[in-house]
């Protein structure tokens, strides 16, 4: 691989903020969001008093960055030390954190152009970024070398992780050329202080875990940044390692931001799947194969998180591009280009150099390149549509039979959401916040599927560990035997000691550092036995197992002369909050074998580390010989001890030993399958089926089943397969999902089950006793009568709705009528709608007819005498009838003469008539008129 000029460097801004310091390597949980920040990066810097440099730190000042981290080839001139150019870049920018290329670590020939001791870039650019640091397994100080930490310190919403993949002599060990050499084909060994990151060692496991770590805490935004590269178009082989590329791509790293090349160059958005990308390749010279079935993203500028990984790469810092795509240095990192999105090189328009500048908030990180030249390069990481749920649980750690507690949260889409968990072990729930019970010791996948408003459903898988006894353990333990763990290949160690027959590392049933021929002893173990978290599984082999009916062989000893009074660097290397710590050692052994030399094939040694002593994990001192205890431990290979009776003459160790109990029974609690209830759902009032089975190797004892109403719970016979329950209310909701819970009992203890019933609430049942008065008429006072029982519940209101267009009247839950009055004619429709508790509602009608009001009706009785003679007196007899009240009375005789005005009650009137005219005899006709409000009527005689 061409490398005519400086290996690249990395720089990082971000903005300035004011957080606790470091404190014994703890880092606060993220628990809510954070404000957002910004960081800049660029690569291979080179000379700080060149022409390019100046201006690349004056763009820098103008964009107003308040933190750099630099990855790697810092000065490339061996007059220029460590400390002088720290001084130099600090008389710019003062704050600089760092991460080393090869240029600064020595060991390669004089001509590399380099210095020669990195420790004084880490004293010179020291840290100082403002929040703690988590240190990776490195001996000494780690700062400068592998660590990561979150930003902000209070409620984090990134988290940046260092590495230092294939940097040579990173740990200053190494003095001789070319044994020291980074270039290919030389060695990258701990014998050369480099660090190679392949599948499950020990910095590959440890990059891994921070990730693991980082999503379990909610933190949402993972960065990882290394000086060496994978993918390029430009001039780099896959140098990092492409196993360790491929995890970081399978472990979805938002960004993967690097150096190396002197070119800008930004990746689609890649990720792994089992059907047309199981894994990423390289070529049998190193370089990256293209697979088109990696890119799920094509990378127009808006990228999506969760969706896969995004890398850059930028070292256009100094004045010497390299070629890009067409123009890259070899068919290699040309066939490599469709990786890529953006691309900026020597050989492309526009080119300049400068760096990039990412804008971080708890939904997006906002990118934007700034170099001297017209080439410009802007994209977006966000939630997306899709929602992006996250859960979390407590305890952390649960034991089996006891209540966890998951809550849902969710970022994207549009809220609010809706949760849905399937549990792993056949049952499952509904809501942002619920409880379940686990009967046996495993892993669990647990899923959270989140539905927004809009409808969009995005899925999060996490794991949950049972069987754990200590809550600083999240593995789930392999049950094994002392003899199933150290194997029965044994191995003389002493050939004038009969006895010194130990087990070989070759029959072990956990042989975490690979397979190995008989005698061979590896010092490569993939984690630090003093480790507080250690790997769950290496190579998909489990590395935490139980052991049963054990006894200690000797009693527990404190190993004073492995006493410390800081963490190992596995752990952070801070000062023991608690003082000076010491190892707690010990073995235990089958009690069924005690004759030697065969013995010693039958025990374990064991230790409670220091380390766990001072972090308050660690279990108290098992008892003395005599007690038998089953006990919980990681499985660990000790070269340096193989040779010691004490050690059971094998390398064999429970290291860490993590937690023992009193021997228990081999009965295990029930396990309990409940199936879903019927009908489902119900109503209130309906009774309900749960049928369940129940797996024990004891007698069941007795069963109990809790609906999740909060009704006391029905204890069972343990018989019992089936139990039944009525709801009685669904509270203030219209319907609502209980969770039943099944517990069975055998003499190990409980073992519970769950499903889900969901009961609607019953409406209320309304009755319309009367109306009057029907028919009735217009303007007249109409009352109703009503009632309403309600099944479940109370009565909350009622709405009378009178049928003419008025607005309903509204009346409490107590009302039995109502009145109301017409204004005009018809036939009406009287609905009342009574609402219950839980707001379901209930109707009942009756019809009214209203009339229109009439003039009053008169009916003319008798008029005597008749005929009559003039000057007699003519009486008229009448009657009126009115639904409203008669106002006035008027006769008219017909005469000619006024009529007469009577009162409203009158019924007769008298009359004289004077002439006939001209003739003998005349015939007159009466008229009498009634009049009220609704007009007048009359009749005639």
């Known amino acids: 691989m061409r490398r005519a000029v400086p290996v690249a460097i990395l720089l990082m801004t971000l903005s300035v903020f004011s957080f606790p310091t470091f404190l014994n390597g703890i880092v606060p949980p993220a628990n809510a969001v954070s404000a957002g920040f910004s960081f800049s990066a660029s690569g291979d810097i080179g000379s700080l008093t060149v022409s390019t440099s100046v201006n690349n730190l004056n763009r820098l000042q103008t964009v107003n960055p308040n933190f750099f981290l630099g990855l790697g080839g810092f000065s490339y001139d061996p007059s220029v030390t460590g400390g002088v150019w720290c001084g130099q870049f600090k008389s710019k920018f003062n704050n600089i954190q760092i991460l080393p290329g090869d240029r600064d670590t020595g060991g390669h020939s004089s001509t ?10 880490v004293n010179g650019c020291s840290l100082d970024v403002g929040v703690p640091i988590v240190c990776g397994p490195v001996e000494g100080d780690c700062y400068g070398k592998e660590y990561y930490f979150d930003y902000p310190a209070v409620n984090p919403i990134a988290r940046f992780i260092f590495a230092a993949p294939k940097i040579y002599n990173i740990t200053g060990v190494c003095t001789l050329s070319p044994n020291c050499s980074s270039q290919t084909g030389q060695p990258c060994t701990d014998q050369y202080g480099c660090w190679q990151y392949n599948a499950n060692d020990l910095h590959y496991n440890w990059i891994a875990n921070a990730i693991d770590n980082a999503r379990s805490k909610g933190i949402g935004w993972v960065i990882v940044a290394t000086h060496k590269l994978c993918i390029s178009s430009s001039d780099a082989t896959c140098s990092m390692g492409i196993a360790f590329f491929n995890m970081l791509v399978q472990k979805k790293v938002d960004l993967i931001i690097q150096a190396h090349d002197n070119a800008y160059e930004r990746s689609k958005q890649l990720a792994l799947n089992p059907t047309t990308c199981p894994k990423m390749t390289t070529d049998g ?33 100094i004045d010497d591009l390299y070629g890009v795509g067409n123009g890259a240095s070899n068919t290699q990192n040309v066939a490599e280009a469709p990786y890529f999105a953006k691309l900026m090189g020597h050989n492309t328009a526009g080119n300049g150099l400068g760096f990039t500048k990412y804008t971080i908030s708890a939904g997006s990180i906002d990118v934007q390149t700034y170099f001297s ?45 809706s949760f849905t968990w399937d549990f792993g072990d056949g049952s499952g729930a509904t809501g ?17 599927t989140a539905t927004d408003s809009a409808n969009r459903v995005g899925s999060n898988h ?34 004038t000691i009969p006895t010194s027959v130990g087990a070989d590392y070759s029959g072990g049933g956990f042989k975490l550092a690979g397979n190995q021929p008989f005698g061979s002893s590896p010092n490569n173990w993939p984690f630090s036995k003093k480790s507080l978290q250690p790997p769950c599984f290496v190579n998909g082999i489990s590395t935490f197992v139980e052991l049963h009916n054990v006894a200690l062989t000797v009693p527990p000893e404190v190993a004073t002369y492995d006493c410390r009074t800081s963490y190992d660097q596995s752990n952070g290397a801070a000062m023991f909050p608690n003082g000076r710590n010491c190892d707690v050692v010990f073995s235990v052994g089958n009690v069924s074998a005690t004759s030697c030399p065969s013995c010693y094939m039958h025990r374990i040694y064991a230790e409670i580390d220091g380390d766990w002593n001072a972090s308050g994990t660690a279990p108290p001192i098992p008892p003395n010989p005599g007690q038998l205890i089953d006990v919980q431990g990681f499985v660990y290979w000790d070269a340096d001890s193989l040779n010691f009776s004490t050690h059971n003459w094998s390398g064999w160790e429970l290291h860490p030993f993590t ?26 009032g309906t009774t309900v089926t749960v049928s369940f089975t129940v797996s024990s190797s004891a007698t069941i004892t007795g069963v109990t089943v809790n609906w999740g109403d909060g009704t006391t719970s029905d204890s069972l016979s343990g018989t019992a397969r089936s139990d039944t329950h ?23 203890g409980p073992g519970s089950g769950t499903t889900s019933e969901t009961v609607n609430d019953r409406p209320p049942v309304t009755t319309v006793s009367s109306v009057s008065p029907n028919p009735a008429l217009v303007s007249q006072t109409v009352t109703m009568t009503f009632s309403a029982t309600d099944p479940d519940g109370a009565i909350s209101s009622f709405s009378v709705n009178w049928g003419d267009g008025t607005t309903p009247d509204s009346l409490p839950g107590t009302a039995t009528s109502d009145t109301h009055a017409y204004h005009s004619g018809g036939n009406f429709t009287i609905t009342v709608t009574a609402t219950d508790n839980s707001g379901s509602t209930g109707s009942g009608t009756i019809s009214e007819t209203v009339s229109a009001p009439l003039a009053p009706t008169v009916n003319i009785s008798s008029v005597t005498p008749n005929p009559a003679n003039t000057g007699a007196i003519v009486t008229a007899t009448f009657t009126v009838s009115s639904t409203l009240p008669v106002t006035s009375i008027a006769v008219n005789w017909g005469d000619g003469t006024t009529p007469d005005s009577l009162a409203a009650t009158a019924t007769s009137d008298t009359h004289v008539y ?28």
């Open 726 to 748: 009525i709801y009685g209310s669904t509270g203030s909701a219209k319907a609502q999902t209980f969770t039943v819970t099944v517990t069975a009992s055998n003499s190990a």
């Open 914 to 941: 004077a002439s006939t005219g001209n003739s003998k005899s005349q015939i007159f006709t009466i008229t009498i008129s009634a009049t009220n409000s609704a007009g007048t009527g009359s009749a005639s005689t």
């Open 112 to 121: 590399f152009g380099e210095t020669h001791s990195y420790e004084r870039y």
């Open 285 to 317: 010279s190193g370089y990256a194969v293209y697979n088109s079935g990696c890119v799920v993203d094509a990378g127009t500028g808006n990228y999506t998180r969760g969706a896969g990984s995004v890398v850059v790469v930028q070292g256009a810092w």
């Open 432 to 448: 942002s916040t619920v409880s379940h019970s686990y009967s046996s010791a495993n892993y669990f996948n647990v899923t959270l």
């Open 462 to 495: 996490s794991i949950i560990a049972l069987g754990s006894w200590n809550s600083a353990v999240p593995c789930s333990p392999t049950q094994s035997t002392i003899e199933q763990v150290i194997g029965k290949v044994s191995i003389q160690r002493n050939a």
């Open 659 to 684: 937690a023992w109990r009193p021997v228990q029974s081999s009965v295990l609690p029930p396990t309990v399958a409940v199936n879903a209830p019927t009908p489902n759902p119900a109503n209130t």
């Open 373 to 417: 030249g017209t080439f410009s390069d802007k994209f977006s990481l966000t939630t997306g549509l899709t929602p992006v749920p996250s859960a979390t649980w407590s305890p952390l750690v649960p034991q089996i039979g006891q209540i966890v507690t998951f809550t849902g949260t969710a970022t994207g889409g549009v809220g609010p959401y």
